[in-house]
């Protein structure tokens, strides 16, 4: 029986956090299927027709929730490596009168683990706690093995204390700080390791990169020159709030996806472009997944409701209804420069995805990530496992789907970075409330600082269909003045 024959659909179980979980950190390696479930807290393992399932005990006692929220994977030789957190054991507070729910954070441990694929065997290589009743240690979000120096690089950004950069022995389990810069994930380019650099907080905003140098292990620091991201926008419009959501290499250059589109860095020249993409100033973005290289490309998908909140808490209510508001289906996206593919439309979020043969096996959930006083004694969402066709993904034209812009969230900022590629009819309606002018800006993923083609349609009082097959690539828009009152659909067929 092949691994991904085994999957299926699990719906909600004990597992106190806020909303929902995942599938989280896919990793397909000599037989096995690996993956964490949460926030059920369970790594599991299957190889043929065996499902191990390994709940976190060498941490602490039970009830166990969390596990892995970032995809913290990688494999060498006959092991896998995987990271993440759990709570060891969890601890449900209840609710509050006014429907509001926490958990305490005490027992939140950072993890490392090792599987012996040979041994079938699961050994605690690292745990950590700051025993706090609202905070945490950093979390372990990736795990990327240096093949020069045989150890782990592990990256800690979510969190309230010892976050950065650390390298790990892999055999002893212990670490060293490499850096005090806060990142989420990292890539391996030449004999580089690069991390970025991101500010703590809820919205972690990227801002640069740092290199470690495998051979003479010197760490250099790279911020961008422009933080608004607009003096290398190919469009010329800046981003807001950049959240770092996962990172990749191909072609010598840095990929690193984030709230508003995909930043990259030429090592060679040093230069840097930012590439606007699925920007709707909302929640929607790369968040909590991952980007595979597949046919010397990149693959990524770019997620609808990978954060939200109930109970108002500390985050302002206009930043709340960015959070909530479903903008469009989350979508994979497949990049090979200068053009970007979508493959595949699904719901609310993809969290990780994996490679055997010619199947893809995704990871998907119905919930977001919720706030602080939205905790629950389960998982509240229903997560599955999918299996298709690569190959038939690949060569299928792409799917039909519908974006729903929200008028007042983009007034009269940049927005879109919709991929037109396989397109016969995609078109952008709007229904305005005054006359005014649209621009609109064609590009591709160029890996150049190039300018964008632009262009200037008149809109009327009214509704206004912009037929965009004349367009080619990836287009982008700006209206000429703000209508909040607007009603925006971007509708490819």
Not at 228 to 253: H, K, N, Q
């Given at each position: 029986m092949k691994p991904f024959e085994r999957l299926h659909v699990y719906p909600p179980r004990y597992g106190p956090e806020w909303g929902s979980g995942g599938v989280f950190g896919l990793k397909y390696h000599r037989g096995v299927l690996y993956y964490t479930l949460a926030f059920e807290a369970e790594a599991h393992f299957i190889r043929d027709d065996v499902d191990h399932v390994y709940r976190f005990e060498q941490v602490g006692p039970a009830p166990h929730s969390g596990g892995d929220t970032y995809s913290a994977v990688d494999a060498v030789d006959e092991y896998i490596y995987f990271g993440g957190w759990v709570h060891a054991p969890a601890v449900y507070k209840g609710k509050n009168p006014d429907g509001s729910a926490t958990i305490d954070f005490k027992n939140k441990y950072s993890h490392v683990h090792e599987y012996d694929v040979n041994e079938d065997r699961v050994r605690l290589l690292w745990k950590e706690s700051i025993h706090r009743d609202k905070e945490w240690a950093g979390e372990i979000s990736n795990i990327l093995y240096d093949p020069v120096n045989d150890q782990l690089l592990l990256s800690r950004l979510d969190g309230h204390a010892n976050l950065g950069v650390y390298s790990m022995d892999r055999r002893s389990g212990s670490i060293k700080k490499l850096s005090d810069v806060p990142s989420l994930k990292s890539t391996l380019i030449h004999d580089l390791a690069c991390f970025e650099m991101s500010r703590a907080g809820i919205f972690p905003a990227v801002y640069g990169l740092q290199f470690l140098d495998l051979v003479n292990k010197k760490l250099e620091m790279v911020k961008v020159p422009d933080?608004?991201?607009?003096?290398?926008?190919?469009?010329?419009?800046?981003?807001?709030?950049?959240?770092?959501?996962?990172?990749?290499?191909?072609?010598?250059?840095?990929?690193?996806?984030?709230?508003?589109?995909?930043?990259?860095?030429?090592?060679?020249?040093?230069?840097?472009?930012?590439?606007?993409?699925?920007?709707?100033?909302?929640?929607?973005?790369?968040?909590?997944?991952?980007?595979?290289?597949?046919?010397?490309?990149?693959?990524?998908?770019?997620?609808?409701?990978?954060?939200?909140?109930?109970?108002?808490?500390?985050?302002?209510?206009?930043?709340?209804?960015?959070?909530?508001?479903?903008?469009?289906?989350?979508?994979?996206?497949?990049?090979?420069?200068?053009?970007?593919?979508?493959?595949?439309?699904?719901?609310?979020?993809?969290?990780?995805?994996?490679?055997?043969?010619?199947?893809?096996?995704?990871?998907?959930?119905?919930?977001?990530?919720?706030?602080?006083?939205?905790?629950?004694?389960?998982d509240s969402g229903y997560r599955e496992l999918l299996a298709v066709s690569l190959s038939r993904l690949l060569s299928s034209p792409p799917p039909s789907l519908e974006f729903l812009v929200p008028a007042d969230f983009i007034l009269d900022k940049h927005f879109g970075g919709i991929p037109l590629l396989g397109y016969r009819d995609p078109r952008l309606i709007i229904r305005t409330s005054k006359d005014m002018k649209l621009e609109i800006y064609e590009y591709g993923v160029f890996l150049e600082p190039l300018e964008a083609y632009k262009d200037v349609v008149s809109l009327r009082k009214g509704r206004n269909i912009i037929e965009l097959s004349g367009y080619q690539g990836i287009v982008s828009f700006r209206l000429s003045e703000p209508d909040p009152k607007a009603i925006i659909r971007i509708r490819l067929q």
């Open positions: 933080e608004t991201f607009s003096t290398f926008s190919l469009d010329g419009g800046p981003v807001e709030m950049p959240t770092i959501g996962t990172m990749a290499s191909a072609y010598l250059r840095v990929f690193t996806f984030l709230r508003g589109g995909l930043l990259t860095y030429d090592v060679v020249e040093r230069t840097w472009t930012f590439i606007r993409l699925f920007d709707f100033l909302s929640g929607y973005g790369p968040f909590r997944t991952v980007a595979l290289n597949l046919g010397g490309g990149v693959l990524v998908a770019f997620n609808a409701f990978t954060h939200g909140v109930w109970h108002l808490s500390s985050i302002p209510k206009e930043m709340v209804r960015r959070l909530n508001f479903i903008v469009g289906p989350s979508v994979l996206l497949y990049i090979t420069p200068p053009t970007a593919r979508i493959l595949l439309a699904l719901g609310a979020r993809i969290t990780s995805f994996e490679r055997i043969g010619d199947t893809l096996v995704l990871g998907t959930s119905t919930v977001a990530n919720l706030g602080g006083l939205d905790a629950t004694p389960i």
